[in-house]
Structures are given as structure tokens and as C-alpha cells.
């Protein structure tokens, strides 16, 4: 790991922690069951190919990713096994699904029907629509879904559902996860008793995983997520105690000069922050192109030297302020963690998104590529 790698901004994996996370998941699951990690959106930020790089090792075959050109990125990098793709790619670009050997999604009706016409043998996988209303074929048109089976270019080898309300603890969310599941396992039975075989089935993702005692039945792949970078969408208290996961992501940025303000003075953008005493301020090189929000402008925290200080004024694109009054001997070219730990303290991903009022997903995928990632 050369200076330039660590030089403005970048992420750090610990590949520790995520061989951990994987097989404490897969633990989770019954024997026949195996993981299909969703490396989409850059592996939630954290990098796609070293990601698959690292579950490779661990023997793991079946992934899933949101596009085409996600998939065609892992096969460039070696990536083997199945590689699925959850969304729409538009019949114009079906020569990629071949070159390299993707497995698409049918996400309706029409759509299975163009695949059908593509003229070249394809490997698929159905979508169920059980619930979500999103994408599949309504679970109800019986006859759509077993026309699938007869266009002869398709090679279906999955069917699939997913569920909406895994992440509630709710009855009503649990209830409505139930008859998801009734849905979906009464379209498996009603192929099987048509003799159509031969497919995979697969229906949680990562709370269907940790939310799973809801479930009845058994699955040949699981869709793993935001839990296998050993991060909750939201924080939960009783989540974290059943389960032993740990983070893979650190954010870090070096501090580019500081300064000291008078009592009164204002700083950044529209100086959006005034001083009420004399304090002094760190410019640090991370900012909203990077993929930090800027509703953390005034609200949101790094940690320097082991101890937790402000962002003050707005989020720049490129740049932040931090008030670093209280960090004794702070001085340019110090590290700025704002997802990770520093000493005894330790911002989480959760943290931050409970911050910025959304969720962890959505912080750890916008993470931007100009940022370097590097494994620890």
C-alpha cells in the first residue's frame, strides 16, 4: 500500500469481516441452501470485483447484480459462477447476456416473451411478482408463467420472489411475509405438479435471513445484502444481539489544513456556520462527490485522534469543514474517519444514515468510485 492510495480519500475493507459475515450466514441456512451475495451497486460501495474476489475463496458460486454492465465488470475481473441479474436490460443489449454468460431476469410477461425471440439460447430466471409489485409476473396468471416454459430459446434455471416486508417485526409485516411465501411456494407446486423442473428457488434477502423463523420453507439460494457487509438498513438493538456480523467498510479522508476563527466569524458555503467562541476548524478532502451526503451539512461527525467532532457548514463537493477544537496537536495530513473506528470510538454506517434521515443502503452505495478501495 503505497502514499497515493491513502492520499485524499478512500475505503478501506476488512476481508476478515467479510469472510466472517458469509459463513456466519450461511450458518443461518439450511445445508442445501447456499449464499448468492447481491454485489450490485458496486457491492453496496464497497467494490464489486474485490468483493466476488474475496467470496470466490470461500467457494461461493452464485451471485446477483442489478445490470448487464455490473455483470459483464465481474466476468472481466474472472468472476465465476452464476451471475443474475435482478433487473430490466434492454433487449438492445441482449449480446451481452451472452457474451457473458449472464443469467437475466424476466421481470413480466412481454419481457419473457422478447427474451423468447432473441434467437439465441439464454439461461433465465422467472420473477414472481407475490406481492411487492415491482417486478415478476403476477403469481395469479398461472398460464403466463407456464408459457415460459415454452419458448425454446430459454433455459429457465431459477424462480424467484421477494419480499417486502422482512424488515418489519410488525404482525401485520410478518403476516404479509407469510402469505408472500404461500404465494410463491403455490407456484412452485403447481409447476412441479406440470413437470416443469430443473430450476432453483430462492425468496429472502438479508432480513429474510435474520427475520427467517417467519418462514416455512426451504430454498436452494438466498439473496444476502446489506447484512453481509455486517450492516443493518436501520439500527436494531435486538438484531445486533442475536447476530455476530461485523463491518467491512471504513471511510476515511486526510484533514488539509486547519485553522482557528475568531468568536463570530462564519465559514463554508453561504457561511452557513458561525463560531460562538474561538474555535478552531479542519478542511478535510471528502465532500458529496464522494457520495457523502450533504444533508449532514451542521449535523454530521467524523472521528480525529480517537475523539468525535461536528462537520460544520456545508457539505462541499469535494471538501468538508470539521470543528476540531477539541483535538489536541490536530494538524494537516491527519485522518478523518467518518464510517469506522478511531481508538475506543467507532461511527457505524447506521450512525450516519440515521444522521441523514435514510437508511444504510442508500449511504454505502452512493459512495463514489473516486474514492480508493483497498483491502486491510
Same mark, same amino acid.
Given at each position: 500500500?503505497?502514499?497515493?492510495?491513502?492520499?485524499?480519500?478512500?475505503?478501506?475493507?476488512?476481508?476478515?469481516?467479510?469472510?466472517?459475515?458469509?459463513?456466519?450466514?450461511?450458518?443461518?441456512?439450511?445445508?442445501?441452501?447456499?449464499?448468492?451475495?447481491?454485489?450490485?451497486?458496486?457491492?453496496?460501495?464497497?467494490?464489486?470485483?474485490?468483493?466476488?474476489?474475496?467470496?470466490?475463496?470461500?467457494?461461493?458460486?452464485?451471485?446477483?447484480?442489478?445490470?448487464?454492465?455490473?455483470?459483464?465488470?465481474?466476468?472481466?475481473?474472472?468472476?465465476?459462477?452464476?451471475?443474475?441479474?435482478?433487473?430490466?436490460?434492454?433487449?438492445?443489449?441482449?449480446?451481452?447476456?451472452?457474451?457473458?454468460?449472464?443469467?437475466?431476469?424476466?421481470?413480466?410477461?412481454?419481457?419473457? *416473451? $422478447?427474451?423468447?425471440?432473441?434467437? /439465441?439460447? #439464454?439461461?433465465?430466471?422467472? +420473477?414472481?411478482?407475490? =406481492?411487492?409489485?415491482?417486478?415478476?409476473?403476477?403469481?395469479?396468471?398461472?398460464?403466463?408463467?407456464?408459457?415460459?416454459?415454452?419458448?425454446?430459446?430459454?433455459?429457465?434455471?431459477?424462480?424467484?420472489?421477494?419480499?417486502?416486508?422482512?424488515?418489519?417485526?410488525?404482525?401485520?409485516?410478518?403476516?404479509?411475509?407469510?402469505?408472500?411465501?404461500?404465494?410463491?411456494?403455490?407456484?412452485?407446486?403447481?409447476?412441479?405438479?406440470?413437470?416443469?423442473?430443473?430450476?432453483?428457488?430462492?425468496?429472502?434477502?438479508?432480513?429474510?435471513?435474520?427475520?427467517?423463523?417467519?418462514?416455512?420453507?426451504?430454498?436452494?439460494?438466498?439473496?444476502?445484502?446489506?447484512?453481509?457487509?455486517?450492516?443493518?438498513?436501520?439500527?436494531?438493538?435486538?438484531?445486533?444481539?442475536?447476530?455476530?456480523?461485523?463491518?467491512?467498510?471504513?471511510? *476515511? $479522508?486526510?484533514?488539509?489544513?486547519? /485553522?482557528? #476563527?475568531?468568536?463570530?466569524? +462564519?465559514?463554508?458555503? =453561504?457561511?452557513?456556520?458561525?463560531?460562538?467562541?474561538?474555535?478552531?476548524?479542519?478542511?478535510?478532502?471528502?465532500?458529496?462527490?464522494?457520495?457523502?451526503?450533504?444533508?449532514?451539512?451542521?449535523?454530521?461527525?467524523?472521528?480525529?485522534?480517537?475523539?468525535?467532532?461536528?462537520?460544520?457548514?456545508?457539505?462541499?463537493?469535494?471538501?468538508?469543514?470539521?470543528?476540531?477544537?477539541?483535538?489536541?496537536?490536530?494538524?494537516?495530513?491527519?485522518?478523518?474517519?467518518?464510517?469506522?473506528?478511531?481508538?475506543?470510538?467507532?461511527?457505524?454506517?447506521?450512525?450516519?444514515?440515521?444522521?441523514?434521515?435514510?437508511?444504510?443502503?442508500?449511504?454505502?452505495?452512493?459512495?463514489?468510485?473516486?474514492?480508493?478501495?483497498?483491502?486491510?
Amino acid at each position: 500500500m503505497n502514499g497515493n492510495e491513502k492520499g485524499r480519500a478512500w475505503i478501506e475493507l476488512n476481508t476478515r469481516h467479510l469472510h466472517h459475515n458469509a459463513k456466519q450466514l450461511q450458518k443461518l441456512l439450511p445445508d442445501r441452501c447456499s449464499l448468492m451475495p447481491a454485489v450490485k451497486a458496486d457491492a453496496y460501495g464497497h467494490g464489486a470485483v474485490p468483493v466476488a474476489e474475496e467470496l470466490q475463496k470461500l467457494g461461493i458460486r452464485n451471485y446477483c447484480v442489478a445490470s448487464a454492465p455490473e455483470g459483464a465488470e465481474l466476468r472481466q475481473a474472472g468472476i465465476r459462477g452464476q451471475i443474475l441479474i435482478l433487473g430490466y436490460t434492454d433487449p438492445a443489449d441482449f449480446d451481452l447476456l451472452r457474451e457473458f454468460n449472464l443469467t437475466q431476469t424476466i421481470v413480466d410477461e412481454n419481457y419473457g *416473451k $422478447a427474451l423468447g425471440s432473441y434467437g /439465441r439460447k #439464454l439461461p433465465v430466471h422467472v +420473477g414472481i411478482d407475490t =406481492g411487492m409489485h415491482r417486478l415478476g409476473v403476477p403469481f395469479s396468471h398461472t398460464d403466463s408463467i407456464k408459457t415460459m416454459w415454452d419458448y425454446k430459446n430459454l433455459r429457465i434455471t431459477g424462480l424467484y420472489s421477494h419480499l417486502c416486508t422482512s424488515d418489519g417485526l410488525t404482525s401485520e409485516d410478518r403476516s404479509y411475509v407469510r402469505l408472500q411465501e404461500k404465494r410463491f411456494q403455490d407456484t412452485v407446486k403447481m409447476l412441479r405438479a406440470e413437470g416443469r423442473n430443473g430450476f432453483s428457488t430462492h425468496l429472502q434477502g438479508s432480513y429474510g435471513i435474520l427475520n427467517g423463523d417467519v418462514l416455512t420453507g426451504s430454498y436452494d439460494l438466498a439473496r444476502v445484502g446489506i447484512a453481509l457487509y455486517g450492516v443493518l438498513s436501520e439500527p436494531s438493538e435486538e438484531l445486533e444481539q442475536r447476530y455476530d456480523l461485523k463491518p467491512v467498510l471504513s471511510l *476515511k $479522508a486526510r484533514i488539509a489544513c486547519v /485553522r482557528e #476563527l475568531e468568536a463570530g466569524e +462564519g465559514a463554508g458555503y =453561504g457561511l452557513a456556520w458561525h463560531t460562538d467562541s474561538r474555535r478552531k476548524i479542519a478542511a478535510v478532502t471528502l465532500g458529496y462527490a464522494d457520495g457523502y451526503p450533504r444533508t449532514l451539512s451542521n449535523r454530521g461527525h467524523a472521528l480525529v485522534r480517537g475523539i468525535r467532532v461536528p462537520v460544520v457548514g456545508r457539505v462541499c463537493m469535494d471538501q468538508l469543514l470539521l470543528d476540531v477544537t477539541q483535538v489536541p496537536d490536530v494538524r494537516s495530513g491527519d485522518e478523518a474517519v467518518f464510517i469506522g473506528r478511531s481508538k475506543k470510538l467507532c461511527i457505524r454506517a447506521e450512525d450516519v444514515a440515521a444522521e441523514a434521515g435514510t437508511i444504510s443502503n442508500e449511504i454505502l452505495s452512493a459512495l463514489g468510485k473516486r474514492l480508493r478501495r483497498m483491502a486491510v
